[in-house]
């Protein structure tokens, strides 16, 4: 029984990078995406400000300038979500 939890342990940790990467190329292509409904974009900012890089602490300062109360608000959550430098 230890050695299926042994298993499962180490399957996991060997596909997180590869987890990490899909979710965060998904919510960059949802916060790039001109058409998308604004509150897809909202909540893909939101989710994305855990991944701390510097492409993501510019994407949260463009939703804080745009003008957008809704982008505004959710530049705000991420803010605090993430580790958003020299705001």
């Known amino acids: ?3 299926n939890f042994s298993y499962i ?3 996991f940790f060997e596909n997180v ?3 990490a990467d899909i979710t965060l190329n998904a919510l960059l292509d949802a916060i790039r995406r ?3 409904h604004v509150e897809v974009r909202r909540r893909a900012i939101e989710a994305a400000a855990h991944f701390n890089m510097p492409e993501i602490d510019e994407i949260i300062r463009e939703a804080h300038q745009s003008g957008d ?3 505004v608000q959710s530049s705000i959550y991420a803010m605090g979500q ?3 430098m020299g705001m």
């Open 9 to 11: 342990d180490e399957t």
């Open 69 to 71: 109360p809704m982008l």
């Open 34 to 36: 001109p058409e998308e």
């Open 17 to 19: 990078d590869k987890i």
């Open 82 to 84: 993430g580790n958003v």
């Open 1 to 3: 029984l230890m050695g």
